[in-house]
Each structure stands twice: as structure tokens, then as C-alpha cells.
């Protein structure tokens, strides 16, 4: 049921949480994008809230909100073009089964939806899966799910970088690109930020462009994926990541118009934001601004390194997406991390599952499912990525398609360990000097269940013994990390010893039975 | 041709770097290890050495030398006893063929033979498998001679710890030990540094039990084999550990007059010498000086610790024998303490292959070559052991025995690697963020020959990519460190690309060909 004012139009009924689209018909002429704009106050269940619209080519003004609250709606429209009826109202129908919210901070160190059901973010990344081909596109929302991945990072503009040479499926601003033909893997950086050739009107959007880019958005959400997104990033040839402050503040306007109202996105500002020189803190902190104020529900927001943090103590910072900053060490500072921050550690780039020449690309599934498991059990929430490269450089990292590595499936089963924590998330507590462990967050129920989980990393002990002062029988199960097993070792208390196989990436789980 | 004073005998001729001994006879009443001493000047070469004699049971004192030059020697004897004949003289032939003499510091960090040959350290741990059965130790040497290592880290005294129990063959003083019908590996721990119903007399050494470990010393000379010898150590039952500083200071004299003067012994003060509550570290310099005062041949010396390094910028210590303070990093701080310290780096604990429930005990062979590499390539000199019981609970780490494991045949190629470097040493250069690589230590060599090795760690990459601006041919080598082979890649010049096979632990060397 679609009600139609005259030039305006949105529907009778939405859901909480669903994206609630007012459109309207407006000038066409000039520059819309920067002439003209358009605005609306919803109201129900007792909070006001403001949103930008924006223009989205045609003649056509959409305007998005995404209630929080079930019940009657109402909304008024101000726009710097007349509007015959600016005011109308909807009804918010509860939330439908699979739609849980959008993801918060909880406890500190985790997440939850924010209608409390638990979320562990088990995240990938395909930097450009987006802006490739239907069938490519299609392969990826396959493989991701059977994949049991419930987090997606990607960008918003395209990418140029190794295995990304090519042009993406369209451009998100009207003009034309530098001639591409002659780039190879040898000379691509000889290219990156010249930009000569490209000739964009950085005043005008591609509508085509987001448009997509938001299809792809609801189908990860059809999956119950969130869409972690890249907002800015260095790997680029056609100026993208060169524009004026003022151009950003445009896109940024226009990003958080367009998509904030989806329940499924998370805001990251940049990926490796210390590789654009043209980009001062100053400036990050003016556009986190723009997050802040014009994103009315208060998106999941972070900012991604190549070496330097970023101060993760920054108050619109809500968890610290993190890349690695030691070849060695990786995961194995998640504690130490949510120690200094404070806030969940998201380390999202702990080099991929792959074998290209590059370091952050080439380590085995053996160590892929290593790093996740040590970071997971220090309460932490790492990424994967795949650098496999197919016949005719098809990367998941960048481009999404068949996953075809050995990390995933052991990334999934890590999930379901993960699921089955009492209450939300895992809080490292130092035990032996050779294991990590973890208590559940909320200490009430640690003590109450006796939760522990224990794991083992590369070494392969043959049996480990354990000291219970409180002599209550705990229920024992081994977790074979690799294997994908979960094994009952019976019943324990006091002291006692756990024979184990002698093989590397063990757990042992326990609780009071 | 022995020649023979009244009560006095030593041979005629002995080589350089060889163990010129003279007997004598004096009193056996009383206590001659505290009442009687004896010493002598040895002039030979233009160069006057006094060194200790010391009591060896039976009415029979013993006075050592190693003669560093050719030629005529001459020596006199000053004892608390009369000596009839106290002056004599002999000859120093040339070393023999597989003697180089005691092993040097070289290049800051590196080590060399005293008549120059190259001595790259592969180096392994067996605590006290001179204190086995005649069998075991039978074993250990037949392993050590097809091992490839060249030095092995051992006790004087006897061991009490997991896998330790039992009684060694004998004990290094007169008295009766403790009972150890008891011990269990659960309860092992309650009676360490208790040390009651021990029984000894700490002023009167066994000497049987010195001949025994000389005896050892000597077997592995043959095999080509440093002895490096640790001196104190906490894992202990009979008070050993605990002595007080003045009965530590007569086993230190005993011990230098006894040892120095075979060439291929090592100092190591202690092993874990944070670990002896009854140390301090104004004891351990005590220590260190009679090791400096009383041992004129300057054998290397260092101390090793558990947590807290030793301070390695003390004069006395001649490299930093190190175990890793990390669960994860180890090896790879090895350039680092190359430089904070200006010695040679010999992280002579990693960790050991096995499966032990401990995690010093239980990494794979994957992850102790793979550790041995990092080292290496640093310009270090890591340690090996194992930790993989065979019934009997005999492990190479405490017992020697055979080698069951995978890394010693790795370990053994790595060394021929090693001896394969132009000069005397790598020394590390920073190169790419994702590998380690190191060039000739000697500058003029690095120039010269072009040599160069770079190592990929756990890290598969299917290709390198090198760009040397002199555009010199290169003859490229890929070394696959766990199948042990090298490959020929041909000869590079400039701008190149070396396909590399997709599996972890591999390197590339290079040299001007």
C-alpha cells in the first residue's frame, strides 16, 4: 500500500527497523546535487528525528528514515522547492522475524542488535565485490551464505591496486576515466594519484551508481550481513581520494542521505587513512562530524590504519578497527588493546589466507584460523580475507566469487564456538603462561556457569592439567579448532588432566555440569 | 713418552690447544680439597700463564694447561706440599688436523676457531645426559656425530625436575642424597629447595664424578662438539642450588682448575638464574671474576636466564645467551638485541620440539626450524631441543638418547647454509616489511660478492620481486628450508621476478655470478 501525495509518495506501513523512503518530485534542472535540498522531521513514539534527503537523478528526491520504534509516524518535509502536502504519517509494524536491528556496543568489548539478540562479528573482507560484474556479484551473496560470515568491509568507491587494474561497472560521479589500458602490475604505482586524464564533475553523482551499491547493501542484509563500508581509501587513480575538503564534505553529505536509514551498515572512514597525504586529522575529525550529525541512528564508526592507529579513544569512535602493526604478533594483542582502548578491538586485517607475493597476502589457512582463535579468545573480533588467486586474478579479497581457501569453514565453526558463549562475549583472563583463555564478559555468569574456554595456539601438548580450588564438577569437551570437533571428555573436578592429541590448534571448553 | 720428576709425571710433548697435564703426588690426609693447594707457572712463546691445580682423590693433584703456542715450555710448581723436582719443560707441537683450537668471538657477533676457521654455533640442549648410563650416553654421542650440531648445552650438576626424577649415575660431592622413592611428577615440586634427608660434605668433591664429565668433555671434542657448560641451575633436590657463597666459591675454583684447560668448553654461569632465590647478582659477579681470574684462557661466558634478561653489557660476558621472553615473538628479536647488546645473540632457548603438556616443550618441527631461520638470518645462533618422550620417559632435552624429531636433519642443513656464507656471518639488512635478510657481516665481502639471502618465514608467497639498481648478474638460488634442497634459479640482472613454489619456509639466495 503506497500512499501518493501530489509529486510525493511513500508507503502506509513499514517496519521497525526497515528503511522507510519518501519520494519526491522536484526541479531536475541546474545542479540539483548542489542546488537544491530537501529535508524531514519524523516524529513517533515520543522522539523527533532529523534527516537530510538527497537527489537522486530524474527529477526524483528520496527522503529515508529508519524507524526505531513500532507504532504511528508522522513526518514534515522542508525543501528548498515547493512540496503541495509536506506532512503525512505511516505506521511502524513490529520488527519481522530475521530483523533484529541495527549492531551496538555492548558490554563494553562486544556486540548485540539492538533488540539484544547476540551478534559475534565474524567478518570478511572483498574490498570491490560490489562494483564487479552481476555474475561475480551473485557468486559472492552465494558463497557468503554457506560462508557463515556475518560482516562484509567494502568500499564505496572503486579501487586500483594489484589484481585491480581494471575500470569498475560504473563511476559514482558524471564524467570519464584516464585511459587504463596500458597499466600493468609493474607500473600501477606510477599512476596512483597522477590522475591525469580523468575528467569528473565532482558537484554531480552517478544515482546509478549508490543505487547499486544500496541493492547490494540489502541483499548482505537479506543474509543477515552487516556492510562494513569503506567510506574513503588511498588505491586510486582517478582522484577519488584527492578531492578538495570540499568535494568530501559533498560526498559525505550525500553517503550519509543515501545510506544511513539501512539497519545493516557500519561507517568505516577510511581504509589505511595514513596513506592519503591529502588528508590531515583535522579533516577525518570535521567528516566524523558529518557521521555524527547526519546519521540520526548512530552507525558503528571507525577508521582503519596501515601503520599508525588512529586515536582509537576518539569519542565518535564506537570499536577499533585495527590492522596488524607486527608481522609476528597480530591477534595476540587484542587484550592488550581493549586494555588501552576501551572499546571493542576489531583487528580486521590480519594479513589474508593466500599466496601472493605480498606479506599481508600470503599466509596459510593453518595461521589464518590461528590469529582468528587468538584474538577471539582474548575477546576480540578479527577479519578474514582470501588472496587465492583464480584464473583470471579473481581475489576474494577484492572481488569476491567462490571462497577457496581452508581458513572459512574454521572461521564459521569459530562462530558457532563463539554463539554458544553465556551471555555476551569473552573476557581473556590470564591463566598458564602458555595458553589464552577466556571467562564469559559478565562475571555474574561466569561464576554461575563455570564457563572457561582454553586454546592452545601452534603448540601441541599432549595432555594439560588443571587446578579447581572450588571442587565443583565441570563438564569438559575438546575443540579440535582445525578438524572442526567437538569432543566430550567427560566430567572433572579438583585437579585433574586432559589428555589431548599432540596436535597444534586445540581448545578444551568447560562448564560447570 | 711420558717423563716422570720423583712423585711428579707429565708427558713430553703435547699439541697445541691440547690438555698438557702433570700429576703429582701429595697428601691424601685431612682434606686436601681445603688444606692443600697447588699451581703453576707455564713460559712458553714469550708468555708466562699461572694457573690452579687441584686435588684428584687418591693422593694424586692434577695441574692443566692448554698450551696456545708452539714450541718449548717450561713450567714451576708451587704446591703447600713439597714438590722434590717443581721445574720441567716440554714441547707444543702443531695442533692436529680437526684441532682449531677454543672458539672466539668474531666480527662483534659472530664466533670463529683461535687458528682462524669459521665456527657457526647449532647448538642443542640435553641438561644432564652426562649423568646417564653408559648406554644413554653411548647414544647421545652416536646422535650428536650424525646431527650436525656442534654444540651442546649441558649441567655439572645433577637435574631434579618433570622427566627428572630419578638419581643420576653419581653425585659431584661425598654424602648420601635424599631418598627419591617418593617423587611423582604431580609432587615433584613441593620437595624442590626443601632438600631434607640430603647427607653432604660440600668441602670434599667426588672426583669420579669430575673425571666422568672430563670424560664427556673429551668425547665431544672428538665428535668436534663445544661443551657449554652450565655451572649453577635451580632445578634441584639436594641443596646443590643452595650452597652457601663460600661453598660456591670452592666449587667454582675446583671447577675452573679442573676444566679451563679443555679447549672446547663454554661458561655458562646458570641456566634460569632468576630462579635461585639464594643468588644475587653481587654473587653471580663473584662468580664471574674467579671464572675471569682463574681461567686464563678466556673461554666464552655468559649467563641464561628465564624472565629477566642478565645485564649481557657486563665486561665479563662474551655473548647474550638468551631464552625468548615471548610466547610468540622469539627468534625474531634477534636484530634487535644485536644491537642493544653489541654481542653475539644465542637464543639458546625457543622453545623445543615436542609434545610435553608445557609450551617451552611442545612446538612442532615446523615452528623450531622456522625459528631457527628467523635467528639465523638475523645474524643469531639459536638453540635446539627436544621434548618428545619415548617410553621410559627418555627426552632428549634432559637425557640426550636418539633424536626423534623433525627439525635436527633441518637444524644440520641450516648450519651447511651457514658455512656456506662468504666471510664469518650474516648480518641482518632490512629489505621488504615481509621478509628478513641478511648480507656478508664483513662489508667488503657483502660488496664483493653480492651476497645476500632473504627468508619468507610462514609466509608463501608464489613469487619475489627484486630490483637492484647496479644490474649485475645474479645467480638466484631458492632454498626450500624444511624439504632441504636448493634450487638453481639462473642468472638475474636488475628488475626481476623469481617464482616461488606456494609452500612456507622458503628463501632465496643470491650472489654476483
Known amino acids: 500500500m503506497e500512499r501518493a501525495l501530489s509529486g510525493c509518495s511513500y508507503p502506509a506501513v513499514c517496519e521497525r527497523w526497515g528503511l522507510f523512503e519518501i519520494t519526491l518530485h522536484g526541479p531536475a534542472e541546474g545542479n540539483p546535487f548542489t542546488e537544491q535540498s530537501v529535508s524531514a522531521v519524523f516524529t513517533g513514539a515520543g522522539q523527533s528525528v532529523s534527516v537530510c534527503g538527497f537527489y537522486d537523478g530524474g527529477g526524483l528526491y528520496r527522503i529515508r528514515f529508519m524507524p526505531s520504534a513500532e507504532g504511528t509516524h508522522t513526518f514534515r518535509i522542508t525543501a528548498s522547492f515547493p512540496v503541495p502536502e509536506p506532512e503525512g504519517s505511516f505506521y511502524v509494524a513490529p520488527a519481522s522475524r530475521s530483523n533484529h536491528g541495527p549492531v551496538r556496543v555492548k558490554n563494553t568489548f562486544h556486540f548485540a542488535y539492538e533488540d539484544g539478540t547476540a551478534y559475534y562479528p565474524v567478518g570478511t573482507t572483498c574490498y570491490v565485490w560490489a562494483l564487479q560484474s552481476d555474475d561475480l556479484i551473485r557468486q559472492t551473496l552465494e558463497s557468503l551464505k554457506v560462508s557463515g560470515f556475518n560482516k562484509i568491509r567494502f568500499c564505496i568507491f572503486p579501487k586500483h591496486y594489484l589484481y585491480n587494474l581494471h575500470d569498475p561497472r560504473s563511476f559514482p ?26 575528467n569528473w564533475d565532482f558537484t554531480r553523482f552517478n544515482p546509478d551508481y549508490f543505487r547499486h551499491i544500496e541493492n547490494c547493501i540489502l541483499r548482505l542484509q537479506e543474509l543477515g550481513v552487516e556492510a562494513d563500508l569503506i567510506i574513503m581509501h588511498p588505491y586510486d587513480r582517478w582522484g577519488f581520494s584527492r578531492m578538495t575538503q570540499k568535494q568530501n564534505d559533498l560526498y559525505w553529505h550525500y553517503l550519509t542521505a543515501r545510506l544511513s536509514a539501512f539497519r545493516n551498515i557500519w561507517w568505516s572512514l577510511a581504509n589505511e587513512y595514513d596513506l592519503m597525504p591529502s588528508m590531515k586529522t583535522e579533516d577525518w575529525e570535521r567528516l566524523a562530524g558529518i557521521l555524527c550529525n547526519e546519521d540520526p541512528y548512530g552507525h558503528l564508526r571507525s577508521i582503519h590504519n596501515c601503520v599508525p592507529f588512529y586515536d582509537y579513544t576518539r569519542p565518535w569512535i564506537t570499536h577499533c578497527c585495527i590492522q596488524r602493526q607486527d608481522l609476528y604478533r597480530t591477534a595476540e594483542y587484542t587484550d592488550e588493546w581493549r586494555g588501552q582502548f576501551g572499546k571493542p578491538v576489531v583487528p580486521d586485517e590480519i594479513a589474508y ?31 578474514h580475507g582470501e588472496t587465492l588467486p583464480e584464473s583470471g586474478n579473481i581475489l576474494w579479497w577484492s572481488h569476491g566469487g567462490p571462497l577457496r581457501g581452508e581458513s572459512w569453514k574454521r572461521v564459521r565453526f569459530l562462530r558457532r564456538i563463539l554463539s554458544e558463549t553465556p551471555g555476551t562475549g569473552l573476557a581473556p583472563v590470564r591463566s598458564e603462561w602458555d595458553d589464552v583463555s577466556a571467562v564469559p564478559e559478565e562475571k555474574d555468569l561466569a561464576e554461575k556457569t563455570g564457563y572457561r574456554i582454553y586454546y592452545y595456539s601452534f603448540m601441541r601438548p599432549s595432555s594439560r592439567e588443571f587446578r579447581f580450588e572450588d571442587n565443583r564438577a565441570r563438564r569438559v569437551e575438546i575443540i579440535d579448532t582445525w578438524n572442526m570437533t567437538v569432543e566430550d571428555a567427560g566430567v572433572h573436578a579438583g585437579h585433574f588432566r586432559i589428555p589431548l592429541p599432540s596436535r597444534p590448534y586445540m581448545a578444551i571448553r568447560m562448564c560447570f555440569g
Request: proline residues 5%.
Open 353 to 383: 589466507e593466500g599466496d601472493i607475493p605480498c606479506g599481508w597476502g600470503n599466509i596459510t589457512g593453518e595461521e589464518m584460523v590461528r590469529r582468528f582463535w587468538e584474538c577471539a579468545v582474548r575477546g576480540g573480533y578479527p577479519g
Open 173 to 198: 560521479y558524471e564524467g570519464t576515466p584516464m585511459d587504463c589500458t596500458l597499466l600493468t602490475e609493474d607500473n600501477f604505482n606510477d599512476f596512483n594519484g597522477a590522475a591525469s586524464g580523468n
